[in-house]
C-alpha cells in the first residue's frame, strides 16, 4: 500500500456518461497529481493541484474537471464520456515541491463502452 | 515537452548491465526515474536535481547531464526483478509540470 488511495479501481460507463474519480493523498502530502495512461502507452499529465489551488495543467480536455478539497482528497470529473477515454487513471501525490518524488495510487481503470 | 528515452526496449540475461537514456530540449531543473511493473502503479526510484549529482538505489544508479540536459540510468548486473518498464520525468525550471517519456521495457531472462 502506497498510501494513496484511489477508487474505484475499475470503472465501466456508457460513452456520453459522467463519472468521478476519487484520490485520497498520502498523509502530509499537500500536491496531488493526475495522470492518463492509454493502453501501453506513456503517463500523460493532466493536472497538479497544491493545497486546494491549481497548479499546473497538462492536456487536460475540456470535458474533464478536477479539483481538490480542503481535506486535500482529489477528484477527477470526466463528461460525455468517449471510447478514447477508456484508460487507466493515476493520481500520484507529494509533498509541496516532490523533491522526495511521487508517490502513485493503485490507478482506477476506465471503460467506456 | 515530454522526454525523449532510448532504446523503446533491451532484454537482458541475469547479471547484465544496461543503460537507459533520458534527454530534454529544454532546460531540466530535474529528473525522476520510476519503474512500472507490468498491471501495477509506477514505482520512484530517485530524483536527480540540476548540479549534475549521481544518484543510486541498490545496483541501479543514474547520472545528470546539466550541459546536454540528458539523464541515464544505468542497471548494474541485472536481476529478475528490475523487469518493467522504466520512465524519466522530466521537470524545467519554474515550471511545476513533471512529464514523462514513452518508457523503456526491460526484460531480464534468468
Known amino acids: 500500500d502506497s498510501g494513496v488511495t484511489q477508487t474505484p479501481k475499475h470503472l465501466i460507463t456508457a460513452t456520453g456518461q459522467r463519472v468521478t474519480l476519487r484520490c485520497s493523498p498520502r498523509?502530509?502530502?499537500?500536491?496531488v497529481y493526475w495522470y492518463q495512461q492509454s493502453l501501453d502507452q506513456g503517463l500523460q499529465f493532466l493536472i497538479q493541484y497544491y493545497n486546494g489551488e491549481e497548479r499546473a495543467k497538462g492536456n487536460i480536455l475540456e470535458r474533464f474537471s478536477a479539483q481538490q478539497f480542503p481535506d486535500l482528497h482529489s477528484e477527477l470529473n470526466l463528461s460525455s464520456l468517449e471510447l478514447g477515454d477508456s484508460a487507466l487513471y493515476f493520481c500520484?501525490?507529494?509533498?509541496?515541491?516532490?523533491?522526495?518524488?511521487?508517490?502513485f495510487g493503485s490507478g482506477t481503470r476506465l471503460t467506456v463502452v | 515537452q515530454q522526454p525523449v528515452q532510448s532504446p523503446q526496449a533491451v532484454i537482458l540475461r541475469e547479471g547484465e548491465d544496461a543503460v537507459i537514456n533520458c534527454s530534454s530540449s529544454?532546460?531540466?531543473?530535474?529528473v525522476h526515474w520510476y519503474r512500472q511493473k507490468h498491471g501495477e502503479a509506477p514505482v520512484f526510484l530517485m530524483i536527480l536535481l540540476k548540479g549534475g549529482e549521481q544518484k543510486g538505489h541498490e545496483k541501479i544508479s543514474a547520472s545528470f547531464n546539466e550541459k546536454k540536459q540528458q539523464s541515464s540510468l544505468y542497471l548494474t548486473a541485472s536481476q529478475l526483478s528490475y523487469s518493467g518498464t522504466y520512465f524519466c520525468?522530466?521537470?524545467?525550471?519554474?515550471?511545476?509540470?513533471?512529464?514523462f517519456g514513452a518508457g523503456t521495457t526491460v526484460t531480464v531472462r534468468a
Open positions: 520525468g522530466t521537470k524545467g525550471e519554474m515550471n511545476y509540470k513533471l512529464s
Open positions: 498523509s502530509g502530502d499537500l500536491s
Open positions: 500520484a501525490s507529494s509533498d509541496g515541491a516532490g523533491v522526495y518524488g511521487y508517490t
Open positions: 529544454k532546460a531540466l531543473y530535474s
